[in-house]
């Protein structure tokens, strides 16, 4: 019994200590990577010899401010999601490529205003510092601040079927409990029962320094307020389209409104280019810069450390990662979506706030 003890206390520590060469190995190699500077884009497809060069960048997810609560350890669980840093840190990138053209492939239903808003700019300026055409394509949604970001763009394709449009802006949500009694959390969630019994006492200074408090009603003042600035937002977005896909602000407004538009429609209001492939959308910006043997990159997923084929126990902490990334994610969006202006498809985030 003490031998086959000894045995596998061995056995155990072999492994222990093969697990922390890996992790050793992988930030070593990591550590170099980042400091050779490496690309995130990478050869796709064409001519690899060829300095006609089109790339393609991938985004996906909701688009969220600054991700501050999680770090991108891909081989320890990738996440999709959009924000300002991670467009820079790409755009840098694809800075020292010497690119021609830029097609943006994009499946987003949006998110905050002020990343939506950031990110166009990163892209506008980009376009412009560079002087290259950029082409927006959607295989499956481009809705509301991904569609703000879209309009970065020199042409917008989308694949058959894509949702697209959403053209609105949503406030922050202030809940009135109407003389609440009790508050409770359960299985089904939070419970207010409400007849003249809790009273709320806080400390502030200033009109409306306790806005969106849930213990008292708004003002008409405050509501008239909170409602300028939406509106604000909301003829920034209007303008934008307007000017961008050149369609009257009036038809924007009154007809297309905030509705989603599958591709069909959407390209009868004229808020898309066209419903192609990628291999179509590709051919077609070869075609606008007169290229014939074109070298195709696009980009990988910003990479640390990527030992996840290794073995299952590696799969097994990639997939809890995961999880965990997509949690955060996802309390994030819903954190811009209820407390700031947000720019997203509602049934996206009533799915999942």
Same mark, same amino acid.
């Given at each position: 019994?003490?031998?086959?003890?000894?045995?596998?206390?061995?056995?155990?520590?072999?492994?222990?200590?093969?697990?922390?060469?890996?992790?050793?190995?992988?930030?070593?190699?990591?550590?170099?990577?980042? !400091?050779?500077?490496?690309?995130?884009?990478?050869?796709?497809?064409? =001519?690899?010899?060829?300095?006609?060069?089109?790339?393609?960048?991938? *985004?996906?997810?909701?688009?969220?401010?600054?991700?501050?609560?999680?770090?991108?350890?891909?081989?320890?669980?990738?996440?999709?999601?959009?924000?300002?840093?991670?467009?820079?840190?790409?755009?840098?990138?694809?800075?020292?490529?010497?690119?021609?053209?830029?097609?943006?492939?994009?499946?987003?239903?949006?998110?905050?205003?002020?990343? !939506?808003?950031?990110?166009?700019?990163?892209?506008?300026?980009?376009?412009?510092?560079?002087?290259?055409?950029?082409?927006?394509?959607?295989?499956?949604?481009?809705?509301?601040?991904?569609?703000?970001?879209?309009?970065?763009?020199?042409? *917008?394709?989308?694949?058959?079927?894509?949702?697209?449009? !959403?053209?609105?802006?949503?406030?922050?949500?202030?809940?009135?409990?109407?003389?609440?009694?009790?508050?409770?959390?359960?299985?089904?969630?939070?419970?207010?029962?409400?007849?003249?019994?809790?009273?709320?006492?806080?400390?502030?200074?200033?009109?409306?320094?306790?806005?969106?408090?849930?213990?008292?009603?708004?003002?008409?003042?405050?509501?008239?307020?909170?409602?300028?600035?939406?509106?604000?937002?909301?003829?920034?977005?209007?303008?934008?389209?307007? !000017?961008?896909?050149?369609?009257?602000?009036?038809?924007?407004?009154?007809?297309?409104?905030?509705?989603?538009?599958?591709?069909?429609?959407?390209?009868?209001?004229?808020?898309?280019?066209?419903? *192609?492939?990628?291999?179509?959308?590709?051919?077609?910006?070869?075609?606008?810069?007169?290229? =014939?043997?074109?070298?195709?990159?696009?980009?990988?997923?910003?990479?640390?450390?990527?030992?996840?084929?290794?073995?299952?126990?590696?799969?097994?902490?990639?997939?809890?990662?995961?999880?965990?990334?997509?949690?955060?994610?996802?309390?994030?969006?819903?954190?811009?979506?209820?407390?700031?202006?947000?720019?997203?498809?509602?049934?996206?985030?009533?799915?999942?706030?």
């Amino acid at each position: 019994m003490t031998h086959f003890f000894n045995t596998f206390t061995k056995i155990l520590g072999f492994f222990a200590a093969f697990l922390t060469f890996i992790i050793i190995i992988g930030l070593i190699t990591s550590f170099i990577n980042r !400091s050779r500077n490496q690309s995130s884009f990478s050869h796709l497809r064409g =001519d690899n010899a060829s300095t006609n060069k089109i790339a393609i960048l991938n *985004i996906n997810g909701p688009i969220i401010s600054e991700p501050n609560n999680f770090y991108n350890f891909t081989g320890m669980g990738n996440f999709d999601a959009i924000y300002p840093s991670l467009i820079e840190s790409y755009l840098s990138d694809l800075q020292k490529e010497n690119a021609l053209g830029l097609i943006v492939s994009m499946n987003s239903p949006g998110g905050s205003v002020s990343a !939506s808003h950031t990110i166009y700019n990163l892209f506008n300026q980009f376009k412009i510092k560079n002087k290259i055409p950029i082409y927006f394509y959607s295989t499956d949604m481009l809705t509301s601040g991904a569609y703000w970001v879209s309009l970065s763009a020199n042409k *917008i394709f989308t694949n058959y079927g894509a949702l697209i449009g !959403s053209i609105g802006v949503k406030g922050p949500d202030w809940i009135y409990y109407n003389s609440p009694t009790s508050l409770s959390t359960g299985l089904l969630g939070k419970a207010v029962g409400s007849s003249n019994g809790i009273e709320l006492f806080s400390n502030t200074a200033g009109i409306s320094k306790d806005i969106l408090n849930p213990f008292r009603q708004p003002s008409i003042k405050e509501i008239s307020q909170l409602q300028n600035m939406v509106n604000n937002i909301y003829n920034d977005f209007v303008n934008l389209v307007s !000017s961008n896909r050149k369609i009257e602000k009036n038809i924007v407004v009154n007809e297309i409104g905030a509705m989603i538009y599958n591709s069909k429609e959407a390209q009868k209001n004229y808020l898309i280019d066209g419903q *192609i492939n990628i291999n179509e959308t590709i051919e077609m910006m070869a075609k606008e810069l007169n290229l =014939d043997d074109i070298k195709i990159i696009s980009n990988n997923k910003k990479n640390i450390f990527n030992f996840q084929k290794l073995n299952f126990f590696m799969n097994a902490l990639n997939a809890k990662q995961y999880t965990l990334n997509e949690n955060l994610i996802n309390k994030k969006f819903c954190n811009n979506i209820k407390n700031e202006f947000s720019v997203a498809t509602f049934n996206f985030y009533s799915l999942i706030c």
